[in-house]
């Protein structure tokens, strides 16, 4: 029970990413043709209340659901596979039209044929985990 409000952001979360359109593919279409600002401006305020939170998160020394200070250490530095890995993830977005956060959600909404976009997610994630020690990280 103690986990019900997670349940419950999870569910507003769903709900605000749907009225919004997030989740529509036509507005993501949009977006990787430069046709609208819409998606972009979603994704500037996620990316602005993720500063803002971490910075709250520093400065306060907040503490996780188990009492213990959250620590948020520096990325390491290196650019190169992180040029990779967005090209990769926006290459998988362009092409399903959908992000990996919104799978969960659009398979709530109805759309079932979103349901191999999740198998080829988890399958993605199980073949990386195979694999990342042979990569450079």
Known sequence: MRYIKFLLVGFVFGIVLTKAEAVSWYRIYEMFQFDSFHMYGIIGVAVMTGVVGVQIIKRKQLKDINGATITIPDKEKGTF????????????????????????????????????????????????????DYLPH
């Open 81 to 132: 596979r992180y040029w990779i890995g967005g090209l990769i993830f926006g290459l998988g977005w362009a092409m399903v039209g959908a992000c990996p956060g919104p799978i969960f959600i659009l398979l709530g909404t109805g759309f079932m044929s979103v349901g191999l976009v999740l198998i080829g997610a988890l399958l993605g994630t199980f073949i990386y985990g195979c694999i990342k």
